[in-house]
């Protein structure tokens, strides 16, 4: 840090002890200390350095610093992503930082460097063929509990295929944008009920979660393909009325009693 910014050379880290390091008393001292000098930098520099940040974990935890870490790496990356049409990964709290990002009134370019800027992070975003969200168990929505959590696909305008493992549905916002591009959903691990599909499906895998019944599958008269495998289907009642225009049914793995 003295070294990217030499200003900061008379600013002395809080040292440790040879012995007693985790002594609580000590512990506590230095904690005061820490944030002391931390404070310090930040009034010196009259910002967060980047290093700085990733030292903090900023970049796995706060909104900016999620933005930029992305935009970073989609500036490496996202033109061959985009190029060979590849899936672009990402968790539920990247989502969710895309979202909340876009509604704040600052800069698209926090001064770090053009390859920063999220503005490039939107625009991969608006050409993105291929999603995949999957939640990361370590780093997740959770330690944001002080509002309402929710992330809108509504930004991804071109969206033909989507993949959703171990994500929360509720959270979902702006699938209602998504009906005229996307062809293929993978939804694992996220679902109890079959309700608010989306139009222009053709192939549908919801196979490995817990739905108990088929329903409104009668409204996508583009679907063609579906795997209900290893849910909590027992009754088919009625169930060539519910199909729609299905060719390929999977079933495997269910608790299935009658068949209608």
Same mark, same amino acid.
């Given at each position: 840090?003295?070294?990217?910014?030499?200003?900061?050379?008379?600013?002395?880290?809080?040292p440790?002890?040879?012995?007693?390091?985790?002594?609580?008393?000590?512990v506590?001292?230095?904690r005061?200390?820490?944030?002391?000098?931390?404070?310090?930098?930040?009034?010196?520099?009259?910002?967060?350095?980047?290093?700085?940040?990733?030292f903090?974990?900023?970049?796995?935890?706060?909104?900016?610093?999620?933005?930029?870490t992305?935009?970073?790496e989609?500036?490496? %990356?996202?033109d061959?992503?985009?190029?060979?049409?590849?899936?672009?990964?990402?968790?539920?709290?990247?989502?969710?930082?895309i979202?909340?990002?876009l509604?704040?009134?600052?800069?698209?370019?926090?001064?770090?460097?053009?390859?920063?800027?999220?503005?490039?992070?939107?625009? %991969?975003?608006?050409?993105?063929?291929?999603?995949?969200?999957?939640?990361?168990?370590?780093?997740?929505l959770?330690?944001?509990?002080?509002?309402?959590?929710?992330?809108?696909?509504?930004l991804?305008?071109?969206?033909?295929?989507?993949?959703? =493992?171990?994500?929360?549905?509720? =959270?979902?916002?702006?699938?209602?944008h998504?009906?005229?591009?996307?062809?293929?959903l993978?939804?694992h691990?996220?679902?109890?009920?079959?309700?608010t599909?989306?139009?222009?499906?053709?192939?549908?895998?919801?196979?490995?979660?817990?739905?108990?019944?088929i329903?409104?599958?009668?409204?996508?008269?583009?679907?063609?393909?579906?795997?209900? =495998?290893?849910?909590e289907?027992?009754?088919?009642?009625?169930v060539?009325?519910?199909?729609?225009?299905?060719?390929?049914?999977?079933?495997?793995?269910?608790?299935?009693?009658?068949?209608?």
């Amino acid at each position: 840090l003295t070294k990217q910014f030499p200003i900061l050379e008379k600013t002395t880290f809080p040292p440790k002890k040879l012995f007693g390091n985790f002594d609580p008393t000590h512990v506590e001292k230095r904690r005061i200390c820490l944030q002391a000098y931390l404070q310090d930098i930040v009034t010196q520099l009259g910002k967060i350095p980047r290093v700085l940040q990733i030292f903090l974990e900023f970049h796995i935890y706060d909104v900016l610093a999620v933005t930029q870490t992305l935009a970073e790496e989609l500036f490496k %990356i996202g033109d061959s992503i985009l190029a060979s049409e590849e899936i672009f990964v990402v968790t539920p709290l990247q989502l969710y930082c895309i979202s909340k990002r876009l509604k704040l009134p600052i800069p698209t370019c926090g001064g770090e460097g053009y390859h920063y800027d999220v503005g490039n992070l939107y625009d %991969i975003v608006y050409c993105v063929q291929s999603l995949k969200i999957v939640e990361d168990d370590e780093h997740n929505l959770n330690n944001f509990s002080d509002e309402e959590i929710s992330y809108d696909l509504s930004l991804f305008k071109n969206l033909k295929i989507l993949q959703i =493992s171990k994500g929360n549905i509720e =959270s979902l916002q702006g699938t209602f944008h998504l009906q005229e591009n996307l062809q293929k959903l993978s939804v694992h691990n996220s679902l109890h009920l079959l309700k608010t599909l989306l139009h222009e499906l053709v192939r549908l895998d919801l196979s490995y979660n817990k739905i108990e019944e088929i329903a409104h599958l009668q409204d996508l008269p583009n679907l063609r393909e579906l795997n209900l =495998s290893f849910n909590e289907i027992e009754n088919l009642d009625s169930v060539n009325t519910k199909l729609g225009n299905i060719t390929s049914l999977r079933l495997a793995g269910n608790k299935l009693s009658n068949v209608g």
